[in-house]
C-alpha cells in the first residue's frame, strides 16, 4: 500500500516536560512529588445502559428446533429522526413469524436522543415497532422531503416506514411496494440510474420457513446445532426502482441483480471503477461473493469471479457476513472489505483500478487476527480524527454450541480494532482496552457521533442481548470537520458523493457509501478527521449524478458541524 | 525418555486386531492333506462353527465360477475371516484377491476388505516391533501410529531418539518438522522450528521434494516471494509429478502479478490434479489478468463445476 506519509502526533519534549514540572512544583507546592499515573486512555469506553437509558434488549426467541434466523439478527441505526442535529438509535428485534410467537409480544426501539447522553424510548410514538421476526434496518430519505425514512427487513414481509416529519412514521410498505417476501437480510438504499432519487437493494438470504427447517445440525457432540446454510436453497435478492411518487419499481429481473441466486447477509453500495454509477458489493454465506458492477441503463454485471473477489485465494466459496467499502490506502479506488466465518480469514480487497482485487489479508495482519473469528458488524471509519480510514469489526461465531466443536472458537467473541498507520493496518485490539476484551454475540453495527464531539461512537446489536454503546474518547483529541452534506439535483442524502480535502501535508480523498456493515445503517455526516493541524486550507465536493457538480469550498471551520448543500458554493 | 513410548502405539493398534465373529472351535490335528474334499456347503458350515483350518482349503474350492455368486461370497468372507483368525495371511491375500475380483461393487464385501487390510497392517505392524523393536522402522512406525493418535509429545520423542541413534537419518528431520506443524500446542514459533528442521532434512538429503514443497509453502505464508518461488522450484525440479509444487510456484507468481509466467506452471498443475478446483481458480485468474479471457473463462467454468459439485467449502 502507498500512502502519504503520516505526520508524527507531536510528542512532549524534554524542555516541556522540564518547563511544566518546575511551572507545576511553583504553582502547586502541595502536590505530590510523584503524581500517580493516568488511567490509560482507550479509544472506546462503553455507555451502561443506566446511564444511556436504552434499555431494551433483543431476544431471538432461541428454540430447540434451532431454526436458522434466530442466529442471524438483529441489526441497528443511527439516525436523526428528528432532524434535530443529534443521532438517534433504532433497534430491531424479533418477533412474531411462522416458528415463534413470542409472549409477551417483542418489538423494535426508536431511541430519541436527549442531547445529554442519555436516550428516550419513543417508539410507541413514532409508531416504528414493526413486530415481525427482524432482522435489520436501512435508512434513506426516499421521498427527499429531508427527513429519514426507515426500512426494516424482516423475515417475512419487510416494512417501510415514512417519516411524518412530527415525530411520527406510517407503514406505506404495500403502497411503496417494497415488502420483499421472503427472508430478507441486508438493505441499503442509493441511486442506482442517477435519476437523483433513492432506490432500494434489499439482499435476500436462503429460501426458508417453519416447514423447510432441516434437522441438519446434528454434530459429532450429539447436540443440535444452527445448521449450515448449504443446505438452502439460495434466493434472488431485489432491487426497487424510487418511481419518486412515493411508489417503487421491482426491477430485480431486468436490472440483473435477479440473475444471480445467493445467500445474501451484507451490502455496501460503492462505485469501484469511478465511471460515476453505483456498484454493489454483496456478500454470501457459503456462495461466492457478489460484485454487481452498474454498467448504466439500469443494468448490472456480476464480475466478482473475474475481480478475484468471489473466493478465497484458494479458490473456495467463504461465509461472507458484513461488507464495507472505503478507499483505505487514499488512491482514489474504492476498496472492499468481506468477514467471514471462523477458519475462514476475512478478505480485504485492494483496488487494482481495472475492475480487479487484491486480497491484502495476510500482509495486513487481517488474516492473522481474523482466523478464528466470525465477523458481522463492520466499519472503515477514522476513530482518532487522523485522517485516516481505520476499521473496527464486531464479532460472533453463529452457533452457539462452538465451543464444543472447536476448541479455538467461541460463541461470544471480541471486538477488533485496525488502525490505519498510513502505511498498512495495525492490529490495535489488545492495546485498546477493555472493549476490545468483552466477550459479544456481536452482528449489527453502526457509527454515528451521538454527542457531536466529532469522535465517531460505535453501537453494537447483540443477538440475545442488549446493544452495547460505544463512546469515543479520543476522535476529539484530534481535529476535525462533520459534514451534511444535502443533495438538490443528486440524491439528498448525497449517496456517491465524493470529497477531497487539504490540511496542510495531509490530502485525503472519501467516498460516501450507501450502507455497508450487517443489517445496518449509520449517521449519514462524514467526519473529516485532520490530525493535529489546526485548519482546513480547502474541501472539494463532487456530487453524485445526474449533476456531477463540483464545489469547491475554502475559509472552513474546523471542530464543528457544517451543511453543505448542493449548488449552494458554501457552508452553513 | 527414547524409550517412553515402547509399544505403546503398538499396543493400540494390536487392540483393532479384526476377525470377524469367528470364534476358533478346537483345531483338529489332522493334517489338512488328509482332509476328504468339501463342498461349498460344508465348508461354510465348518467355517461358521470355527473349524476354520478344515474349512479354508474347502472355502477356496467353494469361489469357483460354477458355484452360486450367494455361496461364492459367503464362501469369500468366510474364507477372509478365517484366515486371519488362523493367521494364514497367504489365504487371507488370496480370499481377499478373489473377492475384490468377483463383487468389487458389493458394499459388504468391501466393508470385509476394508477390515481385513487393516488387520494384515496391524499384524504386520506387530512383526515389525516383534522381530526389530530397535530399529528405525520400529521406531518409525511407532512415531507415526502416535502422530494418528494425536500423541503428539510421544512421536515427536521418538523421532528425536532415531536421530540420537542415527544423526543422518534420513526423512526424520521432515517428520519431525511435520510434527510441529501438526501440533496443536506446538507454540508461536513452531513454524520457525519446524523451517529449521526441513532445512536439516536438506541437508542430509537435498532430494527431499516433499522438505522443499513445505519450506516454500511457510516462505508463502509469510509472503516471502522469492524463497517461495526458490523452494516450489526445487520441489517440482526434483518431482516433475508433484502437482501441489507447481500450484504453489503458480500461486506465488499469480500474488507478485507475474500473471503470465505463472501460467505454464499452473498448466502443468492441472494436468497433474485435473480435479483440483484451487488450480483451476488461480489458472484461471493468472489467464485474466495476462488478457487470454476466453481460456480464463473456461477455467473459471471448470472451477466452477467442480465446486458446485462438491458443495461449499465452508468448514464443518
Known amino acids: ?572 | 525418555m527414547y524409550r517412553y513410548s515402547g509399544k505403546a502405539a503398538f499396543f493400540l493398534l494390536i487392540g483393532c486386531l479384526w476377525s470377524g465373529p469367528i470364534l476358533l472351535a478346537q483345531q483338529s490335528k489332522v493334517a489338512a492333506t488328509s482332509r476328504p474334499v468339501l463342498t461349498p456347503e460344508k465348508a461354510v458350515s465348518l467355517a461358521e462353527q470355527g473349524h476354520c483350518r478344515e474349512s479354508i482349503s474347502g472355502l477356496k474350492r467353494a469361489m469357483v465360477p460354477t458355484v452360486l455368486a450367494e455361496m461364492r461370497k459367503q464362501a469369500g468372507v468366510l474364507g477372509v475371516r478365517c484366515s486371519l483368525a488362523v493367521d494364514e495371511r497367504e489365504s487371507a491375500d488370496e480370499f481377499i484377491r478373489l473377492l475384490n475380483k468377483q463383487f468389487a461393487k458389493d458394499p459388504d464385501v468391501l466393508f470385509v476388505i476394508v477390515h481385513a487390510y487393516s488387520d494384515l497392517s496391524t499384524r504386520t505392524a506387530q512383526d515389525l516391533g516383534r522381530t526389530a523393536p530397535d530399529s528405525i522402522a520400529a521406531h518409525k512406525l511407532n512415531a507415526e501410529a502416535l502422530e494418528m493418535q494425536g500423541k503428539w509429545e510421544p512421536a515427536q520423542l521418538e523421532y528425536e531418539g532415531i536421530l540420537q541413534k542415527d544423526p543422518n537419518a534420513r526423512g526424520i528431520h521432515f517428520l519431525l518438522g511435520r510434527v510441529l506443524l501438526s501440533r496443536p500446542d506446538a507454540g508461536p514459533n513452531a513454524p520457525d522450528r519446524a523451517k529449521q528442521e526441513f532445512l536439516k532434512e536438506l541437508g542430509i538429503d537435498p532430494s527431499n521434494a516433499d522438505a522443499d514443497y513445505i519450506l516454500g509453502e511457510l516462505a508463502l505464508r509469510d509472503q516471502n516471494w522469492d524463497e517461495a518461488i526458490s523452494r516450489f522450484s526445487q520441489a517440482s525440479k526434483l518431482n516433475p509429478n508433484f502437482g501441489e509444487a507447481q500450484l504453489g510456484l503458480g500461486s506465488c507468481l499469480v500474488a507478485i502479478k507475474k500473471y503470465e509466467d505463472a501460467i505454464p506452471p499452473l498448466r502443468t498443475a492441472e494436468q497433474l490434479m485435473p480435479a483440483n478446483p484451487e488450480v483451476h481458480h488461480t489458472l484461471a485468474t493468472a489467464l485474466a489478468r495476462s488478457g487470454h479471457k476466453e481460456e480464463a473463462d473456461k477455467e473459471f467454468a471448470i472451477h466452477r463445476s467442480l465446486t458446485s459439485a462438491q458443495g461449499s467449502e465452508r468448514p464443518e
Open chain 1, 1 to 572: 500500500m502507498k500512502m502519504p506519509s503520516r505526520t508524527r502526533i507531536a510528542q512532549l519534549t524534554r524542555r516541556d516536560f522540564v518547563s511544566g514540572m518546575m511551572a507545576g512544583s511553583l504553582l502547586l507546592p502541595r502536590c505530590p512529588l510523584f503524581a500517580l499515573p493516568e488511567a490509560p486512555k482507550f479509544p472506546f469506553e462503553e455507555v451502561a445502559p443506566e446511564k444511556s437509558g436504552i434499555k431494551w434488549v433483543h431476544s431471538s426467541g432461541k428454540s430447540p428446533e434451532k431454526y436458522l434466523p434466530e442466529s442471524s439478527g438483529p441489526g441497528c441505526a443511527f439516525l436523526d429522526y428528528d432532524n434535530d442535529g443529534w443521532m438517534d438509535i433504532y433497534l430491531v428485534n424479533s418477533g412474531k413469524c411462522d416458528f415463534f410467537t413470542p409472549n409477551p409480544p417483542l418489538r423494535n426501539a426508536l431511541y430519541k436522543n436527549n442531547r445529554d447522553g442519555t436516550f428516550t424510548d419513543v417508539t410507541e410514538r413514532a409508531g416504528v415497532s414493526a413486530r415481525g421476526y427482524g432482522q435489520g434496518v436501512a435508512v434513506g430519505d426516499y421521498d427527499g422531503d429531508g427527513f429519514p425514512d426507515i426500512y426494516v427487513t424482516q423475515y417475512g414481509r419487510s416494512i417501510l416506514y415514512h417519516n411524518n416529519r412530527d415525530g411520527t412514521f406510517t407503514d406505506v410498505t404495500e403502497k411503496a411496494g417494497v415488502a420483499a417476501p421472503g427472508w430478507a437480510s441486508s438493505a441499503v438504499w442509493f441511486d442506482y440510474d442517477n435519476d437523483g432519487r433513492l432506490d432500494l437493494f434489499v439482499g435476500q438470504f436462503a429460501e426458508f420457513s417453519k416447514e423447510l427447517n432441516k434437522p441438519c445440525g446434528i454434530h459429532e457432540d450429539g447436540r443440535i446445532h444452527y445448521c449450515i446454510p448449504k443446505v438452502y436453497s439460495a434466493m434472488p435478492s431485489w432491487l426497487f426502482h424510487n418511481n419518486g411518487d412515493g411508489t417503487f419499481t421491482d426491477v430485480s429481473k431486468e436490472s440483473g441483480i435477479a440473475s444471480r441466486r445467493g445467500k445474501v447477509w451484507g451490502v455496501v453500495a460503492t462505485d469501484i471503477n469511478n465511471d460515476g454509477l453505483m456498484d454493489l458489493w454483496v456478500s454470501n454465506d457459503t456462495l461466492p461473493d457478489f460484485l454487481f458492477v452498474n454498467r448504466g441503463k439500469g443494468k448490472f454485471d456480476e464480475i466478482a469471479e473475474t475481480a478475484g473477489a468471489a473466493y478465497s485465494d484458494a479458490g473456495r466459496a467463504r461465509s461472507g457476513m458484513g461488507v464495507d467499502s472505503a478507499d483505505f490506502d487514499n488512491d482514489g479506488w474504492m476498496d472492499l472489505f468481506v468477514a467471514n466465518l471462523d477458519r475462514e480469514i476475512f478478505a480485504i480487497y485492494k483496488n487494482n483500478h481495472d475492475e480487479t482485487f487484491d486480497d491484502l489479508a495476510s500482509s495486513t495482519g487481517v488474516g492473522k487476527a481474523t482466523k478464528f473469528m466470525s465477523g458481522w458488524g463492520l466499519k472503515f471509519f477514522d476513530y482518532d480524527n487522523d485522517g485516516y480510514l481505520d476499521l473496527l469489526l464486531a464479532n460472533g461465531n453463529p452457533d452457539d454450541l462452538i465451543a464444543t466443536l472447536h476448541g479455538e472458537v467461541t460463541y461470544e467473541e471480541p471486538p477488533l480494532l485496525f488502525h490505519n498507520t498510513g502505511r498498512s493496518f495495525e492490529n490495535v485490539s489488545a492495546q485498546s482496552g477493555p472493549v476490545f476484551a468483552k466477550l459479544l454475540s456481536a452482528r449489527g453495527m453502526a457509527i454515528g457521533d451521538f454527542d457531536n464531539d466529532g469522535a465517531t461512537d460505535v453501537l453494537v446489536a447483540i443477538n440475545d442481548g442488549a446493544p452495547v454503546l460505544l463512546r469515543n474518547t479520543i476522535g476529539s483529541q484530534n481535529h476535525w470537520l462533520g459534514v451534511n452534506l444535502v443533495g438538490t439535483k443528486s440524491n439528498i442524502d448525497a449517496i456517491g458523493a465524493r470529497i477531497t480535502y487539504q490540511a496542510g501535508d495531509l490530502k485525503q480523498q472519501r467516498m460516501k457509501v450507501g450502507g455497508g456493515s450487517f443489517l445496518s445503517s449509520h449517521d449519514p455526516r462524514i467526519v473529516l478527521g485532520i490530525g493535529k493541524r489546526t485548519k482546513f486550507d480547502w474541501f472539494q465536493i463532487q456530487w453524485p449524478q445526474p449533476s456531477g457538480k463540483v464545489e469547491r469550498i475554502t475559509d472552513l471551520p474546523v471542530d464543528r458541524y457544517i451543511t453543505i448543500v448542493e449548488g449552494s458554493g458554501k457552508w452553513k
